[in-house]
């Protein structure tokens, strides 16, 4: 299983925040790009970069940020929040991202991430944020009719390049991952399934490893100093 650290962006800072509440943020770094060498220095393939302003609020907020953050990471770098049309996906890639995840869209305009899928073959990851099996849409305000396993089997049909499955209720919790939801859907699906939200200790690592799961993103475990990056790779391969 893969690793992909995780910095998430507020007020041009990076932040983690608690059960995905805005005014429950923690700030890590000033300065979010000077955390790339330190996260990737353990060998990682991939970093995860969030813009909770623009998840918040419907519109990019840290275009400038993630730019110096690409240019620094010697890693592909997925990028998601805000993003809500074509324009803004495109901008994200421009700006030097991998890949760009896309979440309230995926359901709110499903025909334009169905024709990013094939302008953008395999660099869309569909964001499959859940509350009680349902998904969260609106930075996670507002909780849609839509089940996390349909709309992972609507992405894969799209060309996805992968689901990114959040459990809302977990994440920045330190509760530990829903394993057996992540491995309900990585079982529904034919594309890759990256785990998110919940991670707290190497023994999460090891049980979604267990399970099968491709890859997992990890972020306050990581600033809290529970383990370290090196300690999640090694944990990640059992």
Not at 1 to 28: N, Q, S
Not at 111 to 134: I, N, R, T, W
Not at 194 to 216: C, F, Q
Request: hydrophobic share 50%.
């Amino acid at each position: 299983m893969k690793v992909f650290p995780a910095i998430d962006l507020l007020g041009g800072k990076a932040v983690r925040l608690l059960e995905g509440r805005r005014d429950a943020a923690t700030v890590y770094r000033e300065r979010p790009e000077e955390l790339v060498a330190e996260l990737c220095a353990a060998g990682v393939e991939r970093l995860h970069v969030v813009d909770l302003d623009g998840a918040f609020d419907g519109a990019r907020k840290h275009a400038d940020v993630i730019a110096r953050l690409c240019a620094a990471a010697p890693v592909p770098v997925e990028v998601g929040g805000g993003i809500r049309d074509a324009a803004g996906a495109r901008g994200v890639i421009a700006a030097g991202a991998r890949y760009v995840v896309l979440g309230t869209a995926a359901v709110k305009q499903p025909a334009m991430v169905e024709a990013l899928c094939k302008e953008l073959p395999g660099q869309v990851v569909v964001a499959v944020d859940a509350k009680d099996g349902m998904v969260a849409v609106e930075g996670w305000v507002e909780t849609s009719t839509v089940s996390a396993i349909e709309l992972g089997q609507r992405a894969a049909a799209w060309g996805a390049g992968a689901l990114l499955y959040t459990d809302v209720a977990r994440d920045g919790t330190g509760k530990g991952p829903n394993v057996a939801a992540t491995a309900a859907l990585a079982a529904a699906v034919s594309i890759d399934v990256i785990a998110s939200g919940g991670v707290h200790t190497l023994d999460d690592l090891r049980r979604l490893a267990a399970a099968g799961v491709p890859a997992v993103v990890v972020g306050r475990a990581l600033y809290d100093g529970r383990f370290t990056v090196a300690e999640a790779v090694e944990a990640a391969r059992c």
